[in-house]
C-alpha cells in the first residue's frame, strides 16, 4: 500500500513516500547567505545553479555589517534545516552569532561553508575545501560534527567566536590591514600587514588567569585564543587545536630577544612554535586577559577592543558539516 503526502510551509517542503521496507524521503529547508565582498566572491553566480541542486534553496545577499547575523537568526527562527555561510570567516561569525543570538535550546539548524573569503580559515581546520564547488559536494554528503564556539565578553560588549581570537602583534598586524591591502594584495595581504608593524612591536605587561585561578603576570608580545588551528589565511597559531574538545588553546609568545623571536618566527612557518621556550600553550575552558597598554583583540579577523577580555567555551554549541 502506497501513500504520498505533500505540505509546503514557509518554504518548506517535505516529501513523505511510505511503503513497506521504503525510507522517508524528507526535502530540507535551505537558506543560503553570501556576502558579495568576500574575497572571491565574483566566482559565486557559476555556484548558483551548482548549489540549487542541494534542495529547496532561498539565497540572502548581504549588504553591510550586521545583515548575515540578523539573516542568520531569522534563519533558526524559522526553522530552516540547513544555513550555508557562503563567503570569509567575517561572514561566518555573523552567521554563528546569529544562530546563537537567542540561545534557543535544541538548535536544529545545522550550518554549511562554502568558502569564499581571503583567509577561509575555520574551513581549513574543518577540512573543508576551498575550492567552491567541491566545498558544495561535501556539504551534499551531510557529514556533521558537533563543535564548540567560545564566548568573547569585555566592559561593554559581547560576541561568539568559532576560530581564532588573536590579540598583540596579530592585533597589530590587523589594524593595518585596509579593505584596499586586501583587495591589492589577496592571500598575501596577512605578510604585507605584519611586514609593516615589526619596526614598531609594543611590549604588554599582561595579567592572565585561566579557569579562574590566581593571576599570572607575563609580558607578552601575542597571545592567540584558539578554538581551531589556523589564522590569517593558512597559518597554524594552535596547532593542537580542536574544535570539539570542549576546550580552548590559549598560546601566549613573550618578550624575547630578537634573535629568539626570530627562532619563533621559523617555527611558526614549519608549523611547530609551540614547543619554543619563549612560548606557553595552555588548554583551557576560560582565560581573562588584562593588559598595559591595553592589549587589541581581533575575533575571526574584525579588530574589537583593547579593554580586558574573558574568553569562555561553549562546548558542541553547533552542528557543522565536514569535510
Known amino acids: 500500500m502506497l501513500a504520498i503526502v505533500e505540505a509546503h510551509t514557509r518554504r518548506v517542503k517535505i516529501s513523505i513516500v511510505l511503503s ?24 559565486w553566480e557559476p555556484l548558483r545553479e551548482r548549489i540549487s541542486t542541494l534542495g529547496d534553496v532561498q539565497v540572502i545577499e548581504t549588504r553591510e555589517s550586521g545583515d548575515a547575523l540578523n539573516a542568520a537568526a531569522g534563519a533558526v527562527h524559522d526553522g530552516v534545516d540547513l544555513l550555508i555561510a557562503a563567503g570569509g570567516d567575517g561572514t561566518i561569525n555573523e552567521v554563528v552569532n546569529g544562530m546563537l543570538r537567542d540561545e534557543q ?33 561535501v ?6 560534527l558537533k563543535i564548540d564556539v567560545f564566548r568573547a565578553k569585555w566592559d561593554d560588549g559581547e ?7 588573536a590579540g598583540g602583534f596579530t592585533g597589530q598586524m590587523n589594524e593595518s590591514i585596509t579593505d584596499e591591502i586586501k583587495a591589492r594584495w589577496g592571500p598575501l595581504a596577512y605578510l604585507r600587514g605584519a611586514i609593516s608593524v615589526i619596526p614598531d612591536l609594543t611590549k604588554y605587561k599582561t595579567c592572565i588567569r585561566y579557569d579562574g585561578k590566581a593571576r599570572q603576570s607575563v ?9 581551531a588551528r589556523t589564522a590569517g589565511g593558512g597559518t597554524v597559531v594552535a596547532p593542537s587545536a580542536d574544535p570539539s574538545d570542549g576546550l580552548l588553546d590559549v598560546v ?24 619554543s621556550d619563549v612560548v606557553t600553550h595552555r588548554r583551557v575552558q576560560r582565560v581573562h586577559v588584562e593588559s598595559t597598554p591595553g592589549m587589541w583583540f581581533n575575533i575571526d579577523g574584525e579588530l574589537i577592543t583593547n579593554r580586558p577580555i574573558a574568553f569562555t567555551v561553549v562546548p558542541g554549541a553547533i552542528d557543522v558539516i565536514v569535510g
Open 139 to 144: 556539504i551534499r554528503a551531510r557529514r556533521v
Open 105 to 137: 535550546p535544541g538548535l536544529r539548524t545545522t550550518l554549511g561553508i562554502v568558502p569564499l573569503g581571503t583567509g577561509n580559515d575555520l574551513a581549513r581546520t574543518l577540512k573543508i575545501p576551498l575550492e567552491p564547488a567541491e566545498a558544495i559536494d
Open 159 to 165: 560576541r561568539f567566536a568559532v576560530n581564532v581570537a
Open 252 to 275: 601566549i609568545v613573550r618578550t624575547s630577544t630578537t634573535l629568539e623571536l626570530a627562532g619563533v618566527a621559523a617555527r611558526l612557518l614549519a608549523g611547530d612554535y609551540t614547543n
Open 20 to 43: 513497506i521496507g521504503q525510507a522517508t524521503d524528507i526535502v530540507q529547508m535551505i537558506r543560503v547567505i553570501t556576502n558579495p565582498q568576500a574575497g572571491s566572491a565574483d566566482v
Open 219 to 227: 609580558h607578552a608580545l601575542n597571545i592567540i585564543v584558539a578554538n
